[in-house]
């Protein structure tokens, strides 16, 4: 049974940064992908970026250039690195673990708790 787990959310200032840790656990970590989504208030749930087992990610274009994900396959860890962030990104962050990375959610079997994250003006 795979578990994941969220952590490193938080307040934070209009262009500042944060880092995001999603740790896998309860079987091998190496050939899933993960990917990363948000939900803010009164919003859907919608696609942040993902990662392959081959370190290939994707991001939405609302990200792309701003955020970036890594994986660290020794510690079972995929990171979210958030930099340059606006209110708009203020939102529950919930990272994910499949066979494929991809925007669709469905995709995902497995889905950490998320962990907040508040980006005041």
């Known amino acids: 049974q795979v578990q994941l787990v969220e952590s490193g959310g938080g307040l934070v200032q209009a262009g500042g940064s944060l880092r995001l840790s999603c740790v896998v656990s309860g079987r091998t970590f190496s050939p899933y992908a993960v990917g990363w989504f948000r939900k803010a208030p009164q919003k859907e749930r919608e696609f942040v970026g993902a990662?392959?087992?081959?370190?290939?990610?994707s991001y939405a274009d609302s990200v792309k250039g701003r955020f970036t994900i890594s994986r660290d396959n020794a510690k079972s860890t995929v990171y979210l690195q958030m930099n340059s962030l606006t209110p708009e990104d203020t939102a529950t962050y919930y990272c994910?673990?499949?066979?494929?990375?991809?925007?669709?959610?469905?995709?995902?079997?497995?889905w950490g708790p998320g962990t907040q994250v508040t980006v005041s003006s």
């Open positions: 990662i392959g087992w081959g370190d290939s990610s």
């Open positions: 994910a673990a499949g066979m494929v990375a991809t925007q669709a959610q469905s995709a995902y079997g497995t």
